[in-house]
């Protein structure tokens, strides 16, 4: 069965029904991420390798596009998810692929800052104010991520942080969402498209294998600017700007720093 072909039935059957629903008690889409997961949408970017469909950002794009025409609040989950994917994609391990790929694994991006950043900026995310230590093979993470999509709701989340030893940089992590400490203070907060669980993620600290790191210490702000910003402002432009998606993104994409942008181009 191809991928549209699944998508359309999951949309008819399952999406389309729970849509106002879920959208006039904003209550999360659990019963569309379930059946969009069992009809592998949530693999769809996924290499065959690890049991994915193999697809890429144009039939994520299409799958977001069509599902936001019914449902908002699902779109805005698999913005966030794909986006976060195309770096498990480029840094994660296998198990967490192989699960992505099974659809038994919603992730999502944890990224914006809760409150102003070293440079003043609300929700920016090139100098983040996360702090990570290290005891061995255990990580600390301090932080409140404001804007999360699906929180509470993903099994894991895309997570930076200052470097443990780098002079500059940020460091991402894939963040267990039953990590011990993690915790939702308040559900939703009134950003992002009723029933898509936007909210800020807490951890004070949440501590987490070392090797749950994506990328070396310190690559985290060139893994952003080069895979997730361009992944979002795709997805967002398949929706469409009336539909615009998760409000994260909007933090996201409003922070990213030009003369940063540039100097990767030109790289």
Known sequence: MSYRTALAEVLSTVVGPAAAPAGAESRFPRASVTALGRAGLLGLTVSTEFGGAGGGLPEAAEV?????????ATAAVLQSHYAAVA???SHG???????IAAGRHLVSLALAEDGPGPRGLPGEFWAARSTAARTGDVVALRARK????????????????????????????????HAPDLYVPARPDGAGPGGSATSTVVAD????????????????????????????????????????????SDVLLRAAPQQAADSLAAS
Not at 93 to 99: F, L, Q
Not at 228 to 241: D, F, K, Y
């Open 93 to 99: 391990g296998a198990w967490i692929r192989g699960e």
């Open 64 to 72: 977001v596009a069509r599902t936001a025409r019914l449902c908002p």
């Open 87 to 89: 770096v498990v994609e």
């Open 146 to 177: 404001r804007q999360v999509v699906a929180a509470g709701e993903a099994d894991s989340y895309i997570w930076s942080s200052r470097p443990l030893t780098a002079s500059e940089g940020l460091t991402l992590w894939a963040v267990p969402a």
């Open 205 to 248: 600290p949440v501590l987490v294998p070392a090797d749950v790191m994506l990328g070396r210490d310190g690559a985290g702000l060139d893994i952003v600017l080069r895979t997730v910003v361009p992944w979002m402002l795709e997805l967002r432009a398949a929706v469409g700007a009336e539909t615009s998606g998760p409000a994260g």
